[in-house]
């Protein structure tokens, strides 16, 4: 008898008997021969299988985008396809219930976009952390769990301002990023918006929960109208280069620094202050941030273009603006060893100094590497990863300096 193994693209693997002979020693049967066709699937395909996440969130079936099948993948350090890739293992669990709430889970998480919301929530701790290393007798372990419930709503708020972008740029998503959930067929349109308002209204909610006073209320109902309009018509901030690097800086840095600082101080019965670290890190993270907006449109030259998105990128080409971008970051860091050098009594140099020396040298190593790679697409999402890592790395340095 025989064994070989055919597959279906539509129900998975098939085995079929095949020819077994005896062994001259014992009496048990082993195989002479197994063939194995080669699986003619993509290699998203390949590695996943055909999804099974509903139709609606937590019932039903329903057949993947065929533009999922496409040869696009990921860029380099987003871990989301892993956690993807273990939900659809778990999803021939015996507990139906579970492998639906974990396979909603892995999906919403994609939908986060996980490098962007891994840098609010550590801005956000290091922030508040802050305030307590600058006034260390007023640190008590429960305000923790005080604070907790106010970072749920800088995550909520801030997955508001990426799903309402994946919303609006579908159409383009499907010429850029294929793999994003809504053009692979992941959450359809209803449902991304079931989870926007969700997000938007417990965000509200908790800040109310909060008593959070007006002050603190308006910069997140601000946050909030520029997350909105910077995908959505009538203003559609991102589709001018220059409304997004004003309006992207604006929300992501200077409203969030100042929101969380002025939060942690209230609360704490605090004058809000600008002390040198706290003016520093705002003032780094919002030239960051206009570079982080201009080199985002590396990987999307194509889709802009074809509906009429005027980044500088499609303007200029990738290679203008990655010098651009270096350029200013190198500024960024050329700053930060002018501020130590003549501020001595703020700074602690024998952190700044060499810290800002290494990360400079390491972004001009990784655009000689994007330059060697001829601006490919994935080689910009990579370049465009790392300097997600260098604006985490530059939080982490704040708590010490």
């Not at 919403?108 to 952390?129: D, G, N, Q, V, W």
């Not at 203003?235 to 992207?248: D, E, P, Q």
């Not at 907006?293 to 802009?304: A, F, M, R």
């Amino acid at each position: 008898m025989e064994l070989s193994i055919s597959y279906s693209s539509f129900r998975g693997p098939t085995i079929i008997p095949q020819r077994f002979k005896a062994s001259a020693h014992d009496n048990r049967l082993i195989p002479i021969k197994t063939t194995t066709n080669q699986l003619s699937l993509p290699p998203v395909q390949q590695l996943y299988g055909e999804s099974r996440f509903s139709k609606s969130f937590f019932c039903g079936q329903h057949k993947r985008n065929p533009i999922r099948a496409c040869d696009q993948v990921e860029p380099a350090g987003s871990d989301s396809d892993s956690v993807l890739a273990k939900a659809q293992f778990e999803s021939g669990s015996s507990d139906p219930v579970l492998a639906k709430v974990t396979r909603f889970g892995s999906v919403y998480y994609k939908f986060l976009r996980p490098y962007a919301t891994h840098e609010a929530i550590i801005s956000a701790i290091c922030l508040f952390a802050r305030v307590f290393v600058e006034n260390p007798q007023l640190f008590r372990w429960p305000l923790l769990f005080k604070a907790f419930p106010g970072l749920i709503a800088i995550i909520l708020t801030h997955a508001y301002f990426i799903g309402i972008n994946q919303i609006y740029d579908v159409d383009i998503d499907r010429v850029n990023k294929p793999y994003l959930p809504i053009p692979a067929g992941d959450v359809s349109l209803k449902q991304a918006w079931f989870l926007m308002i969700f997000n938007l209204l417990v965000g509200l909610l908790i800040f109310r929960l909060m008593d959070a006073d007006l002050i603190t209320t308006s910069i997140y109902c601000l946050g909030i109208f520029f997350s909105t309009f910077y995908s959505a018509p009538p203003f559609r901030f991102k589709k001018y280069s220059i409304t997004a690097s004003i309006v992207l800086p604006l929300t992501c840095s200077v409203l969030h620094n100042v929101g969380v600082v002025y939060a942690t101080r209230a609360s704490l019965g605090l004058p809000f202050m600008w002390s040198p670290p706290v003016v520093f890190i705002t003032t780094f993270a919002t030239l960051f941030f206009v570079v982080l907006s201009i080199i985002k449109d590396l990987t999307d030259v194509e889709g802009d273009m074809k509906y009429n998105i005027r980044t500088f990128a499609a303007i200029f080409g990738p290679k203008n603006i990655t010098f651009l971008g270096t350029g200013i970051l190198l500024v960024n860091y050329t700053g930060a060893i002018a501020a130590t050098v003549f501020m001595p009594k703020a700074f602690k140099s024998y952190i700044m100094l060499p810290a800002h020396a290494i990360f400079a040298l390491w972004l001009l190593f990784q655009a000689r590497k994007l330059d060697k790679a001829n601006y490919t697409k994935e080689a910009s999402a990579n370049f465009f990863q790392f300097l997600w890592k260098l604006l985490n790395l530059e939080f982490i340095l704040f708590l010490f300096i």
